[in-house]
Nanobody, 125 residues
Framework: QVQLVESGGGLVQTGGSLRLSCARASGRTFTLLGMGWFRQAPGMERDFVAAINYSGGRTSYADSVKGRFTISRDSTKNTVYLQMNSLKPEDTAVYYC?????????????????WGQGTQVTVSS
């Protein structure tokens, strides 16, 4: 079992920035895990945002966040980050961190075995 703990959400104005963190609190060795960020707005499906592979050498992004969001990982801290810049009201959602045992970047939620509890991001217009 892998326990993931997100932090860093909050309220920000349009054009502002936030950095989300996701720490692996326990479980499988962090450096073996592929990590991803997803988001879910009220009444909507959970959508892929960004992913990073086990080594940090490969990343992928949803088209809607390319050029604005950056995913990274620090294996010394067992933590993955999502730097979000130029935020828009449509970025408002609960953001979830997830981990997959394959160690890959994948946009499919079904490939992730472990999920955090989510952190709210609200962007005001």
């Amino acid at each position: 079992q892998v326990q993931l703990v997100e932090s860093g959400g909050g309220l920000v104005q349009t054009g502002g920035s936030l950095r989300l963190s996701c720490a692996r609190a326990s479980g499988r060795t962090f450096t073996l895990l592929g990590m991803g960020w997803f988001r879910q707005a009220p009444g909507m499906e959970r959508d892929f945002v960004a992913a990073i592979n086990y080594s940090g050498g490969r990343t992928s992004y949803a088209d809607s966040v390319k050029g604005r969001f950056t995913i990274s990982r620090d294996s010394t801290k067992n933590t993955v980050y999502l730097q979000m810049n130029s935020l828009k009201p449509e970025d408002t959602a609960v953001y979830y961190c997830a981990a997959n045992r394959l160690g890959i970047t994948t946009p499919s939620p079904s490939h992730y075995e472990y999920w955090g509890q989510g952190t709210q991001v609200t962007v005001s217009s």
